[in-house]
């Protein structure tokens, strides 16, 4: 009897744990409690894609930080050095220019296994350079500590281009729903991996040199031939995913509505949107920018290439909204300045209408703001 | 004969591993290899306590990043979660001191096992609000993933006060070698933890659970009398650190040659200034300021509160190099602004006399620039 009381009490003790709550509930939960209003220095807090800080003097300051951990976020069979290092600054930077900001320098948290190689370390760092010479922004500092898992964390700082920073929540009803580039590589990548490279169960040490000494073309080379030119090019999509910045300094010239970068997946993006607007959205499916490397792979395995590019997520193409008369004067200077191309999607609409997007064969699906739920 | 040659390839393969490497000459590769000398916008780049960069208008901005990964930095058994997160942020806020800045605002990466309780992961963000608002910047943004291990990165933002930062690279011959506060308290806090509390194995989840419901409260009552009272200040110390802020913001207004916050040990940071700065050091063992709760226990334990002192890390003092006619000045202004002493530890002198501490009974040791070596 005794005993019972007591497992009843470590019971109720436990309380209950994380996965049981869920990654969005949890995060909602952090910010009911622990973010106020901010002070009149914080314009926009946690939230959005990033923070936005007013200084004293000068342009408004962003500041986000995202974090890669071995195991959640990648594999070391599905990877290699230097993608890591990579993506993990493009996703700061993607959100950097979620905001309409550009970046300017990132500092690096790097925790390693104790028996993981120099080399690749130096390697981890390599993709860090590379995606920072690229898309701009200096290394300015970091720390190096032992981990048991590979993991990256990032935080970005930039500044604001335009007079206010692009939100979640300004889309009005009558406003285009536009998005950049193509989807669905990232995702079509992502099965590939899974389906070509799921290793079998190694020692870490062991796991730990393959990744090391792995690069791009292990990759390309392993894929059948059926597949292997469109199928590289969406694991690349998936491993080195490009952040729209250049295109963020060009729409911070126009006055967007609202925006976010597609991290989690078009449908979830859209529907975060529609919630921190307070509004309804209508898509359309067939609308929908498929990339040719998607379109390609998807035939050969016989899914839905539109499926794939409504979940894709990683992208890192801005979703934004916009009133319908500037649309045709952003297109053009996208595509001159820039040479990325933008789809409208569909219109926001009145909250009451609820937000769907109709699919290609009449079929009409609601859409969810629920992250990944990483737990 | 085949399978020699292909063990002996994978030998060379392998390479180099970073626990062989060790911390300090993996983070020295990493600085000559990826950071350049940066732009005109770059003031400080890696290598500092924070990275200091300049606006285009307003004062420079300070940015630093530091990470906690349990089993790393701390055991489940010596912590509690406020402690967790309220240490995270305050190593942050100490680094943008050390820079002679003030922090503005943070932003968080949180990895967390599945199986953690909810109300851990408020406590620890209970933690991160408390230092916020009692050493002064805002919770800007996060990032809260699944990751085996406990891992809290911060990452930290601040305005510098002066018109230059306090660099570990100015000190000159002649000056005096000054500390705030007193030492020794964390180190104590640490030995006392791994004495009294090292607990048996138990499955992850049941030290998850306990280390949820831990609070200060548990190490106080299971200290022996005989040292509670000191006992329970030194742990606090090593638990919840405090950064200098506010001395730093009184600091800026005199023109100091150099200045390190004490992170890793005073023997150890010295040397890291004279390295920087290219010269020698003189220390008196004698003048080390040693905490009076440090002292008292390491009477019980029978050990040395000096050496004890000498090597504490995580202490957050700031240790500073400046002219000898300012130290009264400092002295009076910090004692009467913020309550805190100021000690002389010794003086700057020419690089060829060399750094060393000068025992209290006719010892004499060699600084060596060497942090803690996690790998």
Redesign the interface.
């Known amino acids: 009897m005794r005993k019972d009381r007591q497992k009843d009490r470590?019971g109720s003790?436990?309380?209950?744990?994380?996965?049981?709550?869920g990654?969005t509930q949890?995060?909602e939960?952090?910010l009911s409690?622990?973010?106020g209003e901010?002070?009149r220095?914080?314009l926009v807090?946690?939230?959005d894609d990033?923070?936005v800080?007013k200084?004293?003097?000068?342009?408004p300051?962003i500041?986000?930080?995202?974090?890669l951990?071995e195991?959640?976020?990648f594999s070391l069979d599905f990877s290699y050095p230097e993608a890591i290092g990579f993506k993990a600054v493009t996703a700061n930077l993607s959100d950097v220019a979620a905001m309409g900001g550009q970046p300017?320098?990132i500092?690096?948290?790097l925790?390693?296994?104790?028996?993981?190689?120099?080399?690749a370390?130096?390697r981890i760092?390599?993709g860090?350079?590379r995606a920072l010479s690229l898309f701009g922004g200096?290394?300015?500092?970091?720390?190096?500590?032992?981990?048991?898992?590979v993991?990256v964390?990032v935080?970005a700082?930039g500044?604001l281009v335009g007079k206010t920073p692009f939100l979640r929540s300004g889309a009005r009803p009558g406003d285009a729903i536009c998005v950049t580039g193509t989807l669905g590589g990232s995702e079509m990548g992502l099965k590939l991996l899974k389906k070509y490279f799921k290793g079998k169960p190694r020692s870490r040490d062991s796991s730990l040199?393959s990744w090391?000494?792995r690069t791009a073309g292990y990759f390309r080379e392993k894929l059948p031939a059926s597949v292997r030119k469109n199928g590289h090019a969406c694991i690349s999509r998936h491993l080195l995913p490009r952040p729209r910045v250049t295109e963020a300094g060009v729409l911070s010239s126009y006055d967007l509505s609202a925006a976010i970068d597609i991290s989690d997946g078009l449908l979830i993006d859209v529907a975060r949107i529609a919630k921190a607007s307070d509004v309804g959205v209508l898509l359309r499916e067939e609308q929908v920018p498929v990339s040719r490397d998607c379109e390609a792979v998807a035939r050969s395995l016989g899914v839905s290439a539109y499926d794939v590019a409504l979940s894709s997520g990683e992208e890192y193409e801005i979703l934004f909204a916009v009133a319908p008369a500037k649309v045709r004067q952003i297109t053009r200077t996208l595509a001159n300045r820039c040479g990325t191309g933008v789809t409208v999607l569909g219109e926001v609409v009145e909250k009451r209408r609820g937000a769907f997007v109709a699919g290609r064969r009449g079929r009409r699906k609601r859409l969810l703001e629920r992250g990944f739920e990483?737990?």
Chains 1, 2 share one sequence.
Do not use: M, W
Not at 13 to 21: A, T
Not at 112 to 119: A, N
């Open positions: 470590k003790r436990r309380g209950r744990l994380v996965n049981q709550l990654e949890l995060v939960t952090i409690r622990f973010c901010g002070t220095r914080v807090g946690p939230g990033a923070a800080v200084l004293d003097r000068g342009s300051l500041l986000t930080t995202d974090v951990v195991g959640t976020h300017f320098g500092v690096v948290s925790g390693i296994p104790r028996t993981i190689p120099v080399r370390v130096n760092y390599a860090i350079s200096e290394l300015l500092g970091g720390d190096t500590v032992r981990s048991r898992a993991t964390c935080s700082v500044e040199t090391s000494d990483h737990f």
